[in-house]
């Protein structure tokens, strides 16, 4: 099955601490993405990357990072700089110049 | 001004109801146009996609572009209380220097039985 693993479901962590959320594709796209889903502010990009090797910031990078060593996957870090870090974080891949977006299934993180 | 516009509602209507949703955006650069449905605490799923202007179908729903007005619309037929749930409009220009998705905040649709 091609599809968008997150891991953990959920995640509770003590504030302060930074934390990394796993997110792995087996669709063989080059675009990754990360976004963070509040309530009635529906999905605002954290950090994109169109290659290995490569990312970019998106519209509220800070107080988070990423990587991309693999094509499959693009972890994101939730560093004790984010000073608002509970939230749904959701993974989605596209091809390069895609019209297609598809998503994980999300990871919940609570920081307290 | 936000680049996408959508009407948080939330929207409730009868079983079998037709339902339309709709969005509106700012940048003429979009070329792709898609619908999400998000279930309570899931990721959300891709339902339908169109390329520049025109009409798309797919069961009971039927997606909808007017490029000229920079205005989607998703309708759904006969809907069903399956069908409640929150819908997410989303666009792209496509490029290939940095193709971005640009979301809506979504409708939520309660389907009454």
């Known amino acids: 099955d091609g599809g968008i693993t997150q891991s953990p479901k959920y995640l509770f962590r003590k504030e302060g601490q930074n934390v990394t959320l796993s997110c792995e594709q087996n669709?063989?796209?080059?675009?990754m993405y990360w976004y963070r889903q509040d309530p009635g502010q529906g999905l605002r990009l954290i950090y994109y990357s169109q290659i290995v090797n490569d990312f970019q910031k998106g519209d509220i990078a800070e107080g988070y990072s990423v990587s991309r060593e693999k094509k499959e996957s693009f972890p994101l870090t939730v560093t004790s700089a984010q000073k608002n870090p509970t939230a749904f974080y959701l993974c989605a891949s596209s091809t390069r110049t895609g019209y297609e977006q598809y998503f994980g299934p999300g990871t919940r993180l609570t920081v307290t | 001004q936000k680049e996408v516009e959508q009407d948080p509602g939330p929207l409730s209507v009868p079983e079998g109801a037709i339902v339309s949703l709709n969005c509106t955006y700012s940048n003429s650069a979009f070329q792709y146009f898609m619908w999400y449905r998000q279930y309570s605490r899931k990721g959300p799923e891709l339902l339908m996609y169109t390329y520049s202007s025109g009409n798309k179908e797919d069961g009971r729903f039927t997606a909808q572009v007017d490029k000229s007005s920079k205005y989607i619309s998703l309708f759904i037929r006969d809907s069903q209380p399956s069908d409640s749930a929150t819908y997410l409009c989303?666009?792209?220009?496509?490029?290939?220097?940095?193709?971005?998705?640009?979301f809506g905040t979504g409708t939520s649709l309660t389907v009454i039985p």
């Open positions: 669709l063989n796209h080059d675009a």
């Open positions: 989303a666009m792209s220009s496509g490029s290939n220097t940095g193709n971005q998705f640009y």
